[in-house]
């Protein structure tokens, strides 16, 4: 139920951050549009279900549609230590949409808040540290796609520079892997057990770090 | 310590003559710069010390801001513990430079980056593990906040000084997870250009 919740809410901001964007695009495409930004982030993986928190790297890129919208396509690579038992292993590859209440402008000072929300396929691959000395688990790998939605803020150090922080909920779609960590009363130490589950909803919060940098205004327009 | 008090003179000297000629900010949109250094760090969970070559180029987008790229080649590590074999580092980032009237740029950055990292079991003669040594490379994020300064010349050189905490894990399928956090510290002569041509 909670799951389902989630997903609605994930496809009811999606919704809006578009309709909004597209009511706005019309005022503002001679100005914001067009521009693309390249960028680094760091992510914060927590509150997945091992409970373990991982760190990640990406980068992605920015394209702006307009002072309220901007589009933003990334991909992530994440690690996380499952209570030094297993490792798991997180790549998103993605798109998210950003809808400003505020308009937003690329220039020094401007700090703008927005609301996100977008899509993601992943592959995950969790595995008991071990190797071929790992017993009574098999690697555990799979394929999904995942929605996510959050907020965030943007603040520009420059005319074409900014930093972004977003914590956002990913909800993935797909076959679950669920890594529980126990007692083992034969050794009397921690063990962990990794299982594939079926077709289920699972997510995690993500909180990226990004730092941004203003390209080229692709559509190449003569400021008026 | 002495040798530490006389280095802190002699840059107080440097950057005083600097200021009593000019009162603007040197640093400004435009300047390029690079460095190269051995660079000693603290692996500060594994009471071991390590040794890397540090390079760097940056580039400045504003007078505040400047985007730059970090490269560690790891030589070595010393201590009890020597956990590592391999533990070669890049990073992509920002720095924030602050306001100043004179040659001097202190700075804060933050970069993402990734590890290249191999345990040592599989090369030390007094460990013998069989089928399990590990003998592969792994990439493992990290995150790298740092602070530091810069004191440039008139032209082309400048002195520089940083200290970076670096916070990551060694994950791989074999050995237990390594803590990666480490503080490291550069120190040398540098190289700038200016790109853009000021407006005076």
């Known amino acids: 139920m909670k799951n389902i919740f989630l997903l609605a809410a994930t496809l009811f901001l999606m919704f809006i951050g578009i309709e909004g964007a597209f009511a706005q695009e019309t005022q503002d495409l001679s100005k914001e549009s ?34 309220r919208m901007n589009t933003d396509w990334y991909s992530d690579y994440i690690t996380t230590d499952i209570g030094g038992l297993a490792k798991r292993t997180d790549y998103h590859i993605g798109w998210s949409v950003l809808y400003y209440p505020a308009n937003n402008e690329i220039k020094k000072g401007k700090l703008t808040p927005y609301i996100l929300a977008g899509h993601c396929f992943d592959w995950t691959d969790v595995k008991k540290n071990g190797g071929i000395y790992a017993t009574h688990n098999a690697p555990q790998k799979r394929f999904s796609s995942a929605v996510q939605c959050g907020l965030g803020v943007h603040y520009n150090l420059s005319d074409n520079f900014d930093m972004s922080l977003t914590p956002q909920y990913m909800l993935h779609l797909g ?39 203003y390209v080229v205004d692709l559509w190449n327009k003569k400021s008026k | 310590m002495k040798k530490l008090f006389l280095v802190v003179v002699m840059l107080s000297a440097v950057e005083a003559s600097f200021s009593q000629k000019e009162k603007k900010q040197f640093i400004h949109k435009g300047i390029l710069r690079a460095q190269a250094t051995i660079s000693p760090g603290m692996l500060l969970k594994e009471n071991a010390s390590t040794i890397s070559i540090h390079g760097n180029l940056e580039y400045y987008l504003a007078d505040n801001v400047s985007i730059r790229g970090d490269g560690f080649y790891f030589l070595q590590v010393n201590g009890i513990n020597h956990p590592l074999h391999i533990n070669h580092s890049v ?68 002195l520089f000084a940083e200290a970076r905490y670096i916070s990551g894990k060694h994950l791989s399928d074999d050995s237990t997870p390594l803590s990666l956090n480490e503080l490291r510290f550069s120190f040398g002569l540098g190289w700038n250009l200016n790109l853009i041509k000021q407006k005076k």
């Open chain 1, 34 to 67: 067009g521009k693309l930004q390249l960028g680094m982030r760091s992510t914060v993986s927590a509150f997945s279900d091992d409970g373990a928190n991982g760190m990640g790297v990406g980068g992605q890129f920015r394209l702006k549609l307009g002072s």
């Open chain 1, 175 to 213: 076959k679950d892997i669920e890594a529980h960590v126990f007692d083992n009363e034969i050794t009397g130490q921690k063990d962990i057990l990794i299982e594939q589950k079926d077709l289920g909803l699972e997510g995690h919060l993500l909180i990226n770090l990004s730092l941004n940098v």
């Open chain 2, 91 to 158: 990073f992509a980032g920002a720095s924030y430079h602050f306001k100043t009237k004179n040659h001097f740029d202190p700075y804060f950055s933050f970069a993402p980056g990734i590890a290249i990292t191999q345990y040592t079991d599989c090369y030390d003669p007094q460990i013998t593990y069989g089928d399990i040594c590990n003998d592969k490379a792994y990439i493992n994020p990290l995150i790298s906040p740092a602070i530091g300064f810069n004191l440039y010349f008139q032209r082309v050189f400048h």
